[in-house]
């Protein structure tokens, strides 16, 4: 069994012969930055070997200089240990330290209590004129909650004894009707939910403290799944393949969320045999990947799910170490692509009470868009692609250290000016850099509303030395450079956005696009009639306004001063059905009276996409 | 590892070195006749050893002649095997074929449908129109039995591939709200229960065909407990010493359930993968020990149970091996001496719904009794010990081949006249038979009504020659010999009857007695008012009430002819709550309103056992 050791922490991992690097990484919980998931395709896992067997690849022979190839680099995706190995992977090549969005802010007015409650009674010890049973007395002990109160088997077996070593005054530990535990003495204040946000790329937990609804850490890691598939639709299909497939899916996930418990359970200083219940919210697909069932039927038409209701189980069952009776539930799901995620969002949001007219669109992966008000509400889904997350994009890469995240021009300005994250020597660029970018693009004239990269000539007449001086073309078409190599952090080659990087943009941007557009269609409504648009999920807190009114990411109508980042909605909405029993009626009743518009099946739908695909003319 | 070899069957054994043969033989089902349960105190576990060591033991010299020592003779439960043996345990010596009550006859009026139904539905495949999520598409097949359905993961596991596979047209097969499974197709009328009655001695199984509530099958085993501990209070004193002890009693009871189980199941030629669902009866002890909690607060004061209420699980969860999703219920108990028996007896009796005042007696080592009518009805219980079934009696024995189970004596009469069961050669004495002996002795006035037996010379001067003959005294006291050594079925020694056992009658009769005082007394009614008496189990079928009367087992102002044996309501009444769910409501509301009576709390209850213990003057 060869092993390899990873600098530079000098961890060593023994690993199974013929597995890549990558493979090796990411089961071992090192994650190396990839958009592909080790398929090959992306060009970003490239790592140094420094002792051991490398040889080269295809993919290090086409995207990597013979200086690189001399210094060790190599995909990792690409190279398979046979031997001991020694390889560096550079802090910057890790998915370490993503800005992630943990927080969100609850708009919608929630009261009541948490599904898990603990309750401490002193019970009348039997005697001649007492003589029910142990659990008939904690029934009566525990009143109103008592009421048809049922036991577990390991809670029946541990009752007697534990009624009497703590002298008859316990605290119950119950789940609505469910007891789960019982403990000696009073321990009221000490039962403990995790809260789950799975996102096909992040996953984020939260540690609640379940009387009072207090978070009490958070944790975010990597989507373990996505060695397997990058996106939701090549996950699906890995899924499809087998039922073996499909536990492979699960149980990464599971024991991703089972990490990042820990990760919480250690900052919070709880044990996580305290945690008594636990809301996941995430994508249908995601949300079907958790418990093992095939995703296969969302992935064709007509596109149905296995469920979308709420669904609850033990945590157990699911493999999830937590206190053996802890409770486990999945916030309803719309449809297979408005998913559990988007109805945490609706909780989060308030949206379905308010008064004014409101949109709430998610850009992730997939663009959902729902629009309404407590009138009523409709939700669809726009196939967005990875490219807001940096994905796909030949210099994108998730916003962290290195990243461009904001580009600005002023007119009359000579040249752009970027940001960097950290200020660190540029690496690549992340999803608000790239609209940024494309907004500069347009706004100094270097791409036209088509999206097209001006021809060289052109850009000569028109445009200010320095502009023009980024644009390129040769045999591969056009590019735009951002940085020169000498300035990157690697110093191999210019940081460039090809005519390519920016049609994906476009793409994307077209979808969330026409999502938006057909929902104001189908509802009826003018652009000037939105009172409030909320923008969740990471992206949204970041994007600038004014450049995603540039690139036409919302109707030219709509007041930007209203456009507001709600943050991560998902894990916001998931907290509160953690925290707030109430929440999750109102999440499944809201669920339910979703008017979903599959777009696909809307006849005017592609010629709506077609016009949101152009770029508006700069102003 | 020592090997033991069973004749006349030659099945050989592994068996552990340091085991008894009685263990080793239980261990494997072959159920050697005890009535202590391998302890040493029964003196009825003797078989024969062809080869092999066979050292002789204290209880073998005690209890055996010198004849039976060279003969091989040896109690099971004192020899430990630590080579290999070869033993005889001829079929006279073992527990098979005893007279086991299965039947019992309905006597309350109950209709509506099992927990467990299936519904066969042709679903509207997935279109443009019709986006549901598969689950919620069945919900709707379902229509009303749709609501608020739930499934477990397997089940949702497998949806997606069994709706597609079969072209959408189902059966679902539920619990309540839980779906258990979907399956291709039109498979109702195919989903089957168990009902048990787990005896202490004996277990019974019922396997049921659920839509129609149709027995399909019987079977019955020994209670596979009895090998650690022969009635309730050894058992229960077992159980209490450690969590590995009550581990071991559950896994011998539910490995028990299920042989049972696969017994009824290769009779009817159903799989037990299509058992659903599953109801235990059973006395409280022996419930607490199926589930593993201790029931040792139940056997010293004040007898508080660990719950009195009806249980649910799942089968699983016991490790019963039925279908994963299949359900288990438990009868709910009113205290610690009156069980979940005893609640399936007031279903299968419908006494709760009776106008006429009605007396419930279960007499088996515990005597049950039950006094009332719709308008209210009160319990009590008394140890009325194992006297009736046989035990602790010298020459006591099931009700099976070679038992005497029918004495007659009319006045004027010679001799007492014997009735043996199958005609063989007499054996022993079954319950049945032992209370006929002793009516008799008190009619010929070879006792007294203090239960003396009368002194050899008392007798010939009062009795007729071969009665009188039959009356000896030496050293150990006196006895009444029944057969003599020669015409026994081992033609080794006399059949007798003790003064001992006489005693052990009279406590048993006492108990019983004092239980039915004392629930007149409490109900403040006087015994004529009594319009009907049930009596339930297997002892209450054979009893003949003119001995019954004759002991004193029941007030003289009984009217015998009102005396009804209900036979195994036990079972009935699980059989009842597996076909009908309703009869669990009514189960648990009658448990709930049964007012019970504490007899060791009740002030003269120790007055009303003493005249309770004494014979009646006979007529």
């Known amino acids: 069994m060869p092993r390899l ?81 020694v390889v560096e992977i550079p802090q ?3 998915r370490y330290g993503e800005r992630i969005l943990t927080d969100g802010r609850a708009q919608s007015s929630l009261s009541g209590q948490a599904l898990v409650r603990q309750y401490h009674c002193r019970l009348e010890p039997p005697s ?121 899916l699960r149980s990464l996930i599971v024991q991703c969320l089972q990490a990042i418990a820990l990760d919480c359970a250690a900052q919070a200083g709880v044990s996580l045999a305290r945690c008594f219940d636990a809301v996941v919210s995430g994508n249908t697909i ?41 409770r486990l539930y999945l916030l309803p799901c719309v449809a297979g692509y408005v998913g ?17 007219l409101t949109l709430l669109v998610d850009v992730g992966t997939n663009g959902e ?80 509303t088509s999206g097209r990269i001006v021809r060289s000539e052109e850009a000569q007449a028109r445009l200010a030395g320095p502009l023009a001086r980024r644009i390129q073309h040769d045999q591969h078409g056009g590019r735009v450079v951002l940085v020169e190599a000498a300035r990157t952090h690697e110093g191999r080659k210019d940081l460039c956005l090809t005519q390519r990087d920016i049609r994906e943009l476009q793409l994307a941007k077209g979808a969330v696009r026409a999502a938006v557009d057909m929902a104001l269609l189908v509802r009826g409504v003018q652009p000037h009639e939105v009172r409030s648009v909320l923008i969740a999920g990471g992206f949204g807190s970041f994007i600038r306004p004014v450049s995603a009114r540039t690139i036409g990411l919302f109707p030219e109508a709509f007041d930007m001063s209203r456009l507001e980042a709600v943050g991560n909605t998902a894990g916001l909405g998931a907290r509160l059905c953690l925290s707030h029993l109430e929440a999750r009626a109102r999440a499944e009743s809201w669920a339910r009276r979703t008017a979903y518009v599959e777009l696909s099946a809307q006849p005017n739908f592609m010629e709506v996409f077609a016009d949101a695909m152009a770029f508006p003319e700069p102003k």
């Open 5 to 85: 050791c990873i600098r530079p922490e000098e961890r060593t991992l023994d690993v199974s012969a013929g597995q890549t690097i990558f493979e090796a990484c990411w089961g071992a919980g090192v994650y190396i930055q990839s958009s592909c998931g080790g398929l090959g395709a992306c060009n970003k896992c490239v790592v140094r070997i420094l002792e051991g067997d490398a040889p080269l690849s295809a993919l290090d022979r086409k995207h990597l200089s013979s200086a690189e190839l001399a210094q060790g680099y190599r995909h990792s995706c690409a190279l398979r240990l046979d031997r001991n190995t």
């Open 92 to 94: 910057a090549a890790r």
């Open 128 to 248: 001649k004129d007492n003589g029910l049973g142990d659990f008939e007395r904690l029934k009566r002990g525990l009143k109103s909650a008592g009421r048809g109160l049922q036991a577990d088997l390991p809670t029946l077996q541990a009752l007697p004894i534990t009624l009497r070593s703590s002298g008859f005054e316990v605290t119950a530990t119950c789940a609505g009707p469910d007891l789960l535990a019982v403990e000696a003495g009073d321990v009221c204040g000490t039962a403990y939910g995790m809260a789950f946000d799975i996102g096909t790329t992040t996953v984020v937990g939260y540690l609640v403290e379940l009387s009072h609804g207090r978070t009490l850490a958070v944790a975010s890691r990597p989507n373990s799944q996505a060695a397997l598939g990058q996106d939701v639709i090549t996950r699906a299909q890995y899924a499809s393949k087998s039922e073996s497939s499909r536990d492979e």
């Open 286 to 326: 995601m949300l079907h990947l958790l418990l093992g069932v095939n995703p296969h039927p969302i992935t064709v038409f007509p596109f149905a799910p296995a469920w979308t209701g709420a669904r609850a189980f033990k945590a157990a069952e699911l493999g999830l170490s937590f206190h053996p009776q802890a």
């Open 340 to 356: 559990g995620d988007i109805t945490a969002g609706l909780l989060a949001t308030g949206l379905c009470e308010r008064e004014e």
């Open 369 to 448: 868009v729902v629009l309404g008000n407590r009138d009523g509400w409709l939700a669809c889904a726009a196939p967005a692609g990875p490219a807001f997350e940096g994905a796909r994009i030949s210099c994108g890469m998730m916003a962290m250290s290195g990243a461009i995240d904001r580009v600005t021009w002023s007119v009359g300005s000579a040249d752009l000016e970027f940001h960097v994250l950290d200020n660190a020597a540029p690496r690549g660029v992340c999803g608000t850099g790239l609209i940024d970018c494309v907004a500069a693009f347009l706004e100094t004239g270097m791409i036209d």
